[in-house]
Protein backbone atom coordinates (compact mmCIF):
# COMPACT_ATOMS: atom_id res chain seq x y z
CA UNK A 1 0.00 0.00 0.00
CA UNK A 2 1.18 3.43 -0.49
CA UNK A 3 0.27 6.79 0.50
CA UNK A 4 3.01 8.55 -1.39
CA UNK A 5 1.86 11.51 -3.12
CA UNK A 6 -1.42 12.08 -0.72
CA UNK A 7 -1.69 15.92 -0.51
CA UNK A 8 -1.91 17.31 3.28
CA UNK A 9 -5.48 17.87 4.48
CA UNK A 10 -6.80 21.06 3.79
CA UNK A 11 -9.36 22.80 7.05
CA UNK A 12 -12.43 23.66 5.34
CA UNK A 13 -15.27 24.94 6.82
CA UNK A 14 -18.26 23.16 5.56
CA UNK A 15 -20.85 24.85 7.42
CA UNK A 16 -24.32 24.99 5.43
CA UNK A 17 -23.58 22.11 3.47
CA UNK A 18 -25.67 18.81 3.53
CA UNK A 19 -23.38 15.77 2.79
CA UNK A 20 -25.36 12.17 2.71
CA UNK A 21 -23.22 9.54 3.32
CA UNK A 22 -24.42 6.48 1.94
CA UNK A 23 -22.61 3.22 3.63
CA UNK A 24 -22.98 -0.57 2.99
CA UNK A 25 -22.58 -2.72 5.81
CA UNK A 26 -21.34 -5.67 4.05
CA UNK A 27 -17.87 -6.75 6.69
CA UNK A 28 -19.03 -4.29 9.60
CA UNK A 29 -15.57 -4.03 11.31
CA UNK A 30 -14.29 -2.42 7.90
CA UNK A 31 -17.50 -0.82 7.48
CA UNK A 32 -17.61 1.16 10.74
CA UNK A 33 -14.15 2.33 10.72
CA UNK A 34 -14.70 4.13 6.99
CA UNK A 35 -17.88 5.00 8.66
CA UNK A 36 -16.75 7.09 11.74
CA UNK A 37 -13.77 8.26 9.58
CA UNK A 38 -16.13 10.72 7.21
CA UNK A 39 -18.32 11.52 10.46
CA UNK A 40 -15.55 12.62 12.06
CA UNK A 41 -14.35 14.83 9.18
CA UNK A 42 -17.58 16.19 8.40
CA UNK A 43 -18.35 16.90 12.16
CA UNK A 44 -15.37 19.01 12.14
CA UNK A 45 -15.66 20.66 9.16
CA UNK A 46 -19.45 21.83 10.43
CA UNK A 47 -21.38 19.95 8.03
CA UNK A 48 -24.74 18.73 8.33
CA UNK A 49 -24.70 15.01 7.96
CA UNK A 50 -27.64 12.29 6.62
CA UNK A 51 -27.10 8.65 6.50
CA UNK A 52 -28.45 6.25 4.43
CA UNK A 53 -27.73 2.43 4.81
CA UNK A 54 -27.82 -0.12 2.57
CA UNK A 55 -27.11 -3.44 2.17
CA UNK A 56 -24.04 -3.25 -0.20
CA UNK A 57 -21.62 -1.40 -2.34
CA UNK A 58 -23.85 -2.22 -5.41
CA UNK A 59 -26.49 0.06 -3.68
CA UNK A 60 -24.56 2.77 -3.01
CA UNK A 61 -25.07 4.57 -6.37
CA UNK A 62 -28.92 4.51 -6.14
CA UNK A 63 -29.42 5.81 -2.78
CA UNK A 64 -26.72 8.47 -3.45
CA UNK A 65 -28.65 9.54 -6.59
CA UNK A 66 -31.34 9.92 -4.11
CA UNK A 67 -30.29 11.77 -1.58
CA UNK A 68 -28.24 14.30 -4.05
CA UNK A 69 -31.56 15.12 -5.74
CA UNK A 70 -33.30 15.44 -2.43
CA UNK A 71 -31.42 18.30 -2.11
CA UNK A 72 -27.78 17.22 -0.26
CA UNK A 73 -24.94 19.14 -1.83
CA UNK A 74 -22.43 16.68 -1.63
CA UNK A 75 -22.51 12.19 -1.07
CA UNK A 76 -20.05 10.38 0.64
CA UNK A 77 -20.29 6.55 -0.56
CA UNK A 78 -18.66 4.20 1.56
CA UNK A 79 -18.14 0.61 0.78
CA UNK A 80 -16.35 -3.08 1.04
CA UNK A 81 -15.59 -5.49 -1.55
CA UNK A 82 -13.03 -8.37 -0.92
CA UNK A 83 -11.66 -10.17 -3.66
CA UNK A 84 -13.42 -13.99 -3.50
CA UNK A 85 -13.18 -16.78 -5.73
CA UNK A 86 -15.84 -15.61 -8.55
CA UNK A 87 -16.07 -12.68 -11.00
CA UNK A 88 -18.19 -11.45 -8.04
CA UNK A 89 -15.66 -8.66 -7.02
CA UNK A 90 -15.12 -7.36 -10.61
CA UNK A 91 -18.51 -7.00 -11.52
CA UNK A 92 -19.46 -5.28 -8.01
CA UNK A 93 -16.77 -3.26 -8.20
CA UNK A 94 -17.37 -1.61 -11.78
CA UNK A 95 -20.94 -0.97 -11.29
CA UNK A 96 -20.18 0.62 -7.61
CA UNK A 97 -17.40 2.89 -9.53
CA UNK A 98 -19.53 3.69 -12.61
CA UNK A 99 -22.44 4.03 -10.84
CA UNK A 100 -20.86 6.46 -8.31
CA UNK A 101 -18.82 8.35 -11.23
CA UNK A 102 -22.64 8.49 -13.40
CA UNK A 103 -24.36 10.15 -10.25
CA UNK A 104 -21.77 13.05 -9.66
CA UNK A 105 -21.79 13.99 -13.61
CA UNK A 106 -25.64 13.40 -13.81
CA UNK A 107 -26.59 15.39 -11.14
CA UNK A 108 -23.38 17.66 -11.27
CA UNK A 109 -22.95 17.27 -7.61
CA UNK A 110 -19.88 15.20 -5.80
CA UNK A 111 -19.40 11.93 -4.65
CA UNK A 112 -16.71 11.17 -2.45
CA UNK A 113 -15.39 7.72 -3.57
CA UNK A 114 -14.51 5.37 0.06
CA UNK A 115 -15.01 2.83 -1.64
CA UNK A 116 -12.31 -0.21 -0.72
CA UNK A 117 -11.39 -2.98 -3.53
CA UNK A 118 -9.82 -5.34 -1.76
CA UNK A 119 -7.32 -8.19 -2.23
CA UNK A 120 -7.91 -9.49 1.46
CA UNK A 121 -9.33 -8.11 4.51
CA UNK A 122 -6.06 -7.15 6.20
CA UNK A 123 -6.00 -4.44 3.55
CA UNK A 124 -9.18 -2.99 4.83
CA UNK A 125 -8.12 -3.31 7.81
CA UNK A 126 -4.88 -1.07 7.30
CA UNK A 127 -7.47 1.53 5.44
CA UNK A 128 -10.21 2.06 7.87
CA UNK A 129 -8.86 4.49 10.15
CA UNK A 130 -9.12 1.93 12.85
CA UNK A 131 -6.51 1.79 15.85
CA UNK A 132 -3.11 0.60 13.88
CA UNK A 133 -4.91 1.24 10.25
CA UNK A 134 -2.25 3.20 8.31
CA UNK A 135 -4.77 5.17 6.14
CA UNK A 136 -8.49 6.40 6.69
CA UNK A 137 -10.42 6.49 3.54
CA UNK A 138 -13.74 7.58 5.57
CA UNK A 139 -12.14 10.42 6.53
CA UNK A 140 -10.50 10.97 2.98
CA UNK A 141 -13.71 9.99 1.04
CA UNK A 142 -15.28 12.91 2.92
CA UNK A 143 -12.80 15.69 2.84
CA UNK A 144 -12.87 15.26 -0.94
CA UNK A 145 -16.48 15.82 -1.11
CA UNK A 146 -16.61 18.78 0.92
CA UNK A 147 -13.81 20.47 -1.03
CA UNK A 148 -15.15 19.83 -4.23
CA UNK A 149 -18.56 20.78 -2.82
CA UNK A 150 -17.12 23.89 -2.21
CA UNK A 151 -15.44 24.52 -4.98
CA UNK A 152 -18.36 23.92 -6.96
CA UNK A 153 -19.81 26.59 -5.70
CA UNK A 154 -17.14 28.87 -6.25
CA UNK A 155 -17.05 28.12 -9.45
CA UNK A 156 -20.77 28.67 -9.91
CA UNK A 157 -20.71 31.90 -7.94
CA UNK A 158 -18.31 33.36 -10.72
CA UNK A 159 -20.20 31.60 -13.41
CA UNK A 160 -23.62 32.09 -12.53
CA UNK A 161 -26.08 30.38 -14.92
CA UNK A 162 -28.04 32.60 -17.46
Known amino acids: MSVDGRPDAEAVDARGL????VHGTWHPTIAAGLLA?????????????????VPGSFELPVVAHAALEAGADAAVALGV???GGTPHFDFVADAATRGLTEVALRTGKPVGFGVLTLDDEQQGLDRAGLPGSKEDKGAEAAAAAIVTALRLREIRAEHPAP
Open 37 to 53: GARRTLREAGATVREYA
Open 81 to 83: IIR
Open 18 to 21: TVAV
